[in-house]
């Protein structure tokens, strides 16, 4: 099987509950619970109305502005599952459209996350399928290949294996790895809960904000 030119099966997923209870989930937070240390970059951006995007990886790699196998993808697909695509981030032909769009939200997949770009924006931004890129171009793509799915990927730093889970809102994207999906649920819960308390301490003028002043004697600043 020639490395660069192949379709691979995926040997696992997260569940479709699991990816339901991170829906609820803030980004952010998940991130928080991460140490900060994991980003899809500040390029991939929503492109749809709204809407939240959580679900497995399915995975593509292709080079750039070919989409052969995104096709392929959209075929092998099941229902919840997110196409994520590393096409390099190359913007110089789009990957997606309005037709290609038809076809997965159709097939009622989870959404499509592409470092490339898209094109039909008007058409993708009306509706609520989650579509997360790089950019926007009217040049459409070509159709020969190579490619691979259900190959370990990239984005900005971001390592991405098939069946992990992708969750997305309107502050970006966010891998969380299959083997990590239960401990950072539960740690994304508990950092959640602790928002809404400080939220509701704002409110009702009993937020401590001491650590301030603490945190700038720490550090040395002069003039508290």
């Avoid at 609820?24 to 492109?47: E, F, H, Q, Y």
């Avoid at 989870?110 to 898209?118: E, K």
């Avoid at 039909?120 to 509706?127: C, E, N, P, T, V």
Wanted: net charge negative.
């Amino acid at each position: 099987m020639p490395i660069g030119f192949r379709i691979l099966p995926r040997a696992r997923q997260v569940d479709a509950a699991t990816a339901e209870r991170f829906r609820a989930l803030p980004v952010a937070n998940i991130s928080d619970c991460m140490s900060r240390m994991t980003a899809g970059g500040p390029r991939l951006r929503p492109m749809h109305s709204g809407g939240v995007l959580s679900g497995p990886a399915l995975t593509v790699k292709t080079r750039p502005g070919d989409n052969l196998m995104i096709h392929k993808a959209i075929g092998l697909a099941q229902p919840g599952d997110v196409i994520v695509v590393d096409a390099g981030g190359d913007l110089t032909n789009a990957l997606i459209g309005e037709l290609m769009l038809a076809q997965m939200v159709k097939k009622n997949l989870g959404g499509i996350v592409i470092n490339g770009a898209i094109r039909d924006s008007g058409a993708i931004r009306a509706q609520d399928f989650p579509v997360y890129a790089a950019g926007v171009t009217h040049r459409g793509p070509y159709k020969d290949g190579p490619g691979e799915i259900n190959v370990t990927i990239a984005l900005d730093g971001m390592v991405i294996e098939p069946g992990d889970l992708i969750v997305g809102d309107e502050d970006g994207l966010l891998c969380v790895p299959f083997d990590d999906v239960a401990a950072l649920e539960a740690a994304t819960l508990a950092k959640n809960a602790a928002e809404q308390k400080t939220i509701a301490a704002i409110a009702d003028d009993s937020n401590d904000t001491a650590w301030v002043d603490a945190a700038l004697r720490r550090n040395g600043c002069e003039g508290l």
